[in-house]
C-alpha cells in the first residue's frame, strides 16, 4: 500500500530541487505530446530549449528573451509578495491592462506635444491605474470580507472589455479610416519605449524589473513590512499576536503588485506592442503566476523563472514557425511546468511510505 507520510518538518531540500525536477519532468511530458502530434521529441525540445540561446541565429533570439522576460519578472515579484502574505491577486492581468490604458490615455491626451516629461507622465499614470485596479478587490476584502480570487479574477474580464472599448473606440486611431486600435506609441518620439542598447532587448521595462527584484529581496530581508509578509504567510496567529494589522498588508500586497503589474503594462503599451489594440492582452498576468511559484516566491528565483519562461515563449514561438507546431502545443507545454510543481511540492511536506498504516 502506498501512503503519504507527513514530514516533521518542510524538506528544504525538496523545495529547491522540485522545480529542476518539475522542469525535466516537463520536457519529458511535452516530448511525448510532440512526439503523439507527429514530431520529433527529442528536434522540438532543442528547438524551444537550445536553439534561441546557443543556435545560429541566438544573436536575435537572445534580446526577445529579455523583452518577453522584462514583464513576467515585473507581474510575478509583485504577485510573491502578496503570496507569501496569503493574499491571492489572481487578477494582474486586469491591471497589466488598466495600466496600459491609463498610461496610453495620459500620453495620447497631449499629441502630437514632443514634451520630455510626456513619457514620465504616462509612467505614473500606468502606475496609477495598476494601483487603482488592485484597490478594488482590496477595499471589498477589508471592507466587506469578499474573496480577492474571485473579485480580482472578475475584474480581468471587466478589464478586458474596458480594453476593446478603448481599442474602438474613445483612443482609436482618428487617421486610422475605422481601423480599431490607438496611435502607434512607439513611434511617437515622446511615448516611446525603444531598445537602450540596439540588439540586447533593454528596454526601460527591463531595467524596472532588475530594479523591482533587488528592491523586494532587499524589502523581505531588512525591512519590517517585509519582515511581516513573512510572518503572516508562514503564521497567521503568530502575526496577528506581533501586531500586524491586516488591512494595512493586504493595501500594501495588491497595491505593489497592481503598480508593477501596470508599469509592465505601460512599457509593453509604449515599447514591443506599440498601441492599444483589442489583442493587447497577452495572458502576461496569468502566466507570471506560474513565475511566481516555479521562483519559489523568492525574487532572485523568479528572475531566473522569468528568464525560463520567456524561453518557452521564444522557443515555442520559434518551434511553431520551424516544426508546424500548434500554439495550444506550446501553451500546454507551459502549463506542464506549473502542473508538475504544484504536483511535485506535496513531497515538501509529505514523504511516500509503502507498507501497511494509516493514509497521512
Known sequence: MIRLE?????SRAWQAASPLVAVVLTMFAGGLMFAFLGKNP???????FWDPVFGEFAWYFRGQLLV?????????VGLAMGFRAGIWNIGAEGQYIVGAICGAAAGLAFYPSESVLIF??????????????????????????TNEILVSLMLVYVAENLLASAAVSWLRNPEAVGFPGSRNLSRWDASANPELIAGTGIHWGVVLAVIAVIFAQILLARHLMGFQIRLTGAAPRAAAFAGVRP????????????????LAGLFEVTGPAGQISIDFASGYGFTAIIVAFLGRLNPVGILLAGLLMALTYVGGDNASTDLGLPASAISAFQGMLLFFLLALDVFSNFRLRIGQGGAA
Do not use: D, H, S
Open 68 to 76: 518577453k522576460a522584462g514583464p513576467l519578472i515585473l507581474i510575478a
Open 42 to 48: 527529442f528536434e522540438a525540445i532543442r528547438t524551444i
Open 247 to 262: 488591512a494595512r498588508l493586504v493595501v500594501f500586497c495588491l497595491g505593489f503588485a497592481g503598480v508593477l503589474a501596470g
Open 6 to 10: 507527513r514530514r516533521p518538518t518542510p
Open 120 to 145: 514620465p507622465l504616462m509612467v505614473a499614470a500606468g502606475a496609477l491605474g495598476g494601483f487603482a485596479w488592485a484597490m478594488i478587490p482590496a477595499f471589498l476584502r477589508i471592507r466587506f470580507g
